[in-house]
């Protein structure tokens, strides 16, 4: 089955300073990728949708300056969280969706931050 | 607007017990699709199941069934002969059409199932 990978699967470090998190399609080629958020026991929270070669949608609320998102290729999107602070420690994860028009999103394992 | 009720937070059965997940939603679209992730410890999401809205028909996948009720806007999820293994949170989710094919998906909060031994 198709397989999504998302790396780091979990990261601590120091306010202020920025962290990336890549997540790419095995398998396929994926158009369209999600960043999900999840807070302790919540429920996950789409934060933006990136299509390959053009700018991410962001969720209300999210600051498109704050979680850089980049779709440079059909098997990869990036998601930076830049000047990273406390309140953005939480669990990111990923989704994709194949260039086959498929009705199923493929998830990563997901990324553990933890800014001290 | 799109909302998902999953108005169990916690549910604690004993191995073999049938247990039922409940989910309610909220939808305008007249097309959409509800899912089923399961999420376990390690926190990757698991595909349960797909259905769109135009589907009444229960469907069973071993152990798993779900049952829609278009009339009452349930999705609900029963696992027959629960297993420690099943123990995760599982969270129910809905995608509109509204946005011309958005992917957006709507999740619930979640419930957590524990089985014991």
């Known amino acids: 089955g198709a397989v999504v990978s998302q790396h780091p699967s979990w990261v601590i470090c120091k306010s202020g300073t920025s962290v990336k998190i890549e997540c790419r399609s095995l398998d396929f080629q994926a158009t369209t990728m999600f960043w999900y958020r999840q807070f302790p026991k919540q429920s996950l929270m789409l934060m933006a949708t990136s299509n390959e070669g053009s700018k991410a949608t962001y969720e209300q609320g999210v600051e498109k300056d704050k979680f850089l998102i980049n779709h440079a290729s059909l098997t990869l999107s990036t998601l930076t969280v830049t000047s990273a602070h406390p309140e953005d420690s939480s669990f990111y994860i990923c989704?994709?969706?194949?260039?086959?028009?498929?009705?199923?999103?493929?998830f990563g394992s997901g990324t553990q931050l933890s800014v001290l | 607007a799109q909302k998902v009720t999953q108005a169990q937070t916690e549910i604690s059965v004993v191995e073999k017990e049938d247990v039922t997940l409940d989910c309610v939603y909220e939808?305008?679209?007249?097309?959409?699709?509800l899912f089923w992730y399961k999420q376990p410890p390690s926190g990757e999401l698991v595909f349960l199941i797909r259905?769109?809205?135009?589907?009444?028909q229960n469907e069973i996948s071993g152990r798993y069934s779900w049952n829609f009720q278009k009339s009452t806007s349930s999705f609900n999820f029963t696992i027959t002969a629960s297993q420690v293994v099943d123990s995760a949170v599982y969270f129910c989710a809905l995608r509109g059409t509204s946005q011309g094919g958005s992917e957006k998906l709507v999740f619930g909060k979640g419930t957590k199932l524990t089985v014991n031994p």
């Open positions: 939808t305008r679209d007249t097309t959409y699709y």
């Open positions: 259905r769109n809205s135009f589907d009444e």
């Open positions: 989704s994709a969706r194949d260039v086959q028009g498929s009705e199923k999103l493929f």
